[in-house]
């Protein structure tokens, strides 16, 4: 097994393929940044729900339930991140002829199956890294943009969540080989 920074490891079996496992995990701080945030919403929304069932005066219940609706929606949103950036895992396996990648949570997920010879133009993503909406994409607070895709069957197929410039170089070169020497014993 190689791995290429502490958060992705790589390893070729003798018998051919590939299997990436990318981790999530943030440091620290940020975690407990992250955990603060949801803890403060959860008080919030807490506090929320406490004034509506405390039998507030009727011209509050109605912005009340749709604060709660929205507070609701981003309480989860925000969970989500906390499980994913504590416990996640992008799985990528290349093996007879096939690409599986799954976002594992707790093990759980669901994995994505491609052909390798439907593969098309495997790479990095041609993103603009000083625009504002890859800067909110790419922050600690979400679960990380792609960084890697390929075209599959006309449809662009995104990967590498939160990596690095250089681990997605070195990922794209190694894989990229990978993906070759698969479609060869394959085809």
Known sequence: MEFISERVSVEQPA??????????????TRRYLLLGWLVAWTGC???????????????LRVPLVVMLSFWAYFEVRIAR???WRTKGF??????????????????????????????QRFGLLNVEKDSWKWQLSDSFW???AEQLGFEYHGKKVAMGRGLTDAEARALAQQFGTALKRERKTAG
Not at 15 to 28: D, F, H, Q, T, Y
Not at 52 to 57: P, Q
Not at 93 to 119: M, P, Q
């Open 81 to 83: 991140v906390v499980l």
């Open 90 to 119: 992008e799985l990528w396996r290349l093996k007879e002829g096939e690409l599986t990648v799954k976002d594992s949570l707790f093990g759980f997920g669901k994995a994505n199956h491609y052909f390798v010879a439907n593969i």
């Open 45 to 59: 929304g807490m506090a929320f729900l406490y004034e509506l069932a405390s039998g507030t005066d009727q011209d």
């Open 15 to 28: 018998e051919g393929g590939m299997s990436v496992v990318i981790s999530n995990r943030l440091p620290k």
């Open 142 to 144: 979400t679960r990380g």
